[in-house]
């Protein structure tokens, strides 16, 4: 199997899909350590990065990003 960036490189949809995690990740992190967040707030930003990662991994499956 090819590295994450290898990946990323051979597959556009594959770099901003990943990117989207990242982003979402990081983003319930920064904000769970500036403030404490509402329950529905935490709720929402955890089905954030869960769909993030959902989504990634239906990706890999259907497409294998197509190694070049």
Known sequence: MCS???LAISCPEHARLE???QEARDRMR???RLR???P???RQLADRVAMA???LKEHLA???CQRL
């Open 19 to 21: 990117s989207e995690f």
């Open 4 to 6: 994450a960036s290898t």
């Open 53 to 55: 990662i959902a989504r």
């Open 30 to 32: 920064n904000l769970m």
């Open 40 to 42: 529905s707030e935490e």
């Open 36 to 38: 404490k967040l509402s």
């Open 62 to 64: 259907e497409h294998r």
